[in-house]
C-alpha cells in the first residue's frame, strides 16, 4: 500500500461519521510535503481540518509509516484547484466554470447539471453582429481535461 493509499483510507476513516465532508486528493512530494485536500457540501472550516491533521498525522507516527520527515498539510481545494469528483461539480451548480477540453479546445459556462456521466453547461453563443445567445452543452467527464470554478466579484 503506497502513503497515498494508507492516508485516504486514514481519512475516509476520520470523516467516516460525517456526510458532509469529502476526500479530494492526497498527494506525498518527493519532499516530504504531504497534502490532503478535504471539501464539504457547505465548505470545511479549520477545526475540521485540524481534527483531521491530528488523526492522520498520529495514525501515521504510530505505524511509523513515512520514514523521512515529512509535512502534513490538511486543507480545502483553492478556487483555483480544479474540480475532480462529482460531489465538487454537484456542490458548484449555478456557478461558472472555465473547461479545458481533452481535445484541446476551451468552454466557458454555468454549470446546470452534475451526473455520474458528465456535466451540463449553459455557453454563451455570440456569433458577429447577432445578439449573444445561450445554449445548453452535454460534456462527458472523459471529454474534460480540467475544470475551474471562475470566481466573480460582482
Given at each position: 500500500?503506497?502513503?497515498?493509499?494508507?492516508?485516504?483510507?486514514?481519512?475516509?476513516?476520520?470523516?467516516?461519521?460525517?456526510?458532509d465532508l469529502f476526500l479530494v486528493d492526497v498527494k506525498m512530494h518527493i519532499n516530504g510535503r504531504l497534502i490532503?485536500?478535504?471539501?464539504?457540501?457547505?465548505?470545511?472550516?479549520?477545526?475540521?481540518?485540524?481534527?483531521?491533521?491530528?488523526?492522520?498525522?498520529?495514525?501515521?507516527?504510530?505505524?511509523?509509516?513515512?520514514?523521512?520527515?515529512?509535512?502534513?498539510?490538511?486543507?480545502?481545494?483553492g478556487v483555483d484547484f480544479p474540480l475532480k469528483s462529482l460531489r465538487q461539480f454537484q456542490k458548484n451548480i449555478?456557478?461558472?466554470?472555465?473547461?479545458?477540453?481533452?481535445?484541446?479546445?476551451?468552454?466557458?459556462?454555468?454549470?446546470?447539471?452534475?451526473?455520474?456521466?458528465?456535466?451540463?453547461?449553459?455557453?454563451?453563443?455570440?456569433?458577429?453582429?447577432?445578439?449573444?445567445?445561450?445554449?445548453?452543452?452535454?460534456?462527458?467527464?472523459?471529454?474534460?481535461?480540467?475544470?475551474?470554478?471562475?470566481?466573480?466579484?460582482?
Amino acid at each position: 500500500m503506497t502513503i497515498e493509499e494508507r492516508v485516504k483510507n486514514l481519512v475516509e476513516e476520520k470523516i467516516s461519521d460525517r456526510p458532509d465532508l469529502f476526500l479530494v486528493d492526497v498527494k506525498m512530494h518527493i519532499n516530504g510535503r504531504l497534502i490532503v485536500l478535504v471539501d464539504g457540501d457547505q465548505g470545511i472550516g479549520i477545526a475540521d481540518c485540524a481534527a483531521i491533521s491530528r488523526f492522520v498525522g498520529f495514525r501515521l507516527e504510530e505505524d511509523n509509516v513515512i520514514e523521512q520527515a515529512y509535512n502534513l498539510e490538511v486543507s480545502s481545494p483553492g478556487v483555483d484547484f480544479p474540480l475532480k469528483s462529482l460531489r465538487q461539480f454537484q456542490k458548484n451548480i449555478g456557478r461558472n466554470l472555465q473547461l479545458k477540453l481533452a481535445d484541446g479546445s476551451k468552454k466557458e459556462g454555468k454549470l446546470l447539471a452534475a451526473d455520474e456521466e458528465g456535466i451540463s453547461i449553459e455557453e454563451k453563443v455570440t456569433v458577429k453582429g447577432k445578439k449573444a445567445t445561450f445554449a445548453e452543452a452535454r460534456l462527458t467527464y472523459g471529454e474534460i481535461a480540467e475544470a475551474i470554478v471562475l470566481v466573480s466579484f460582482k
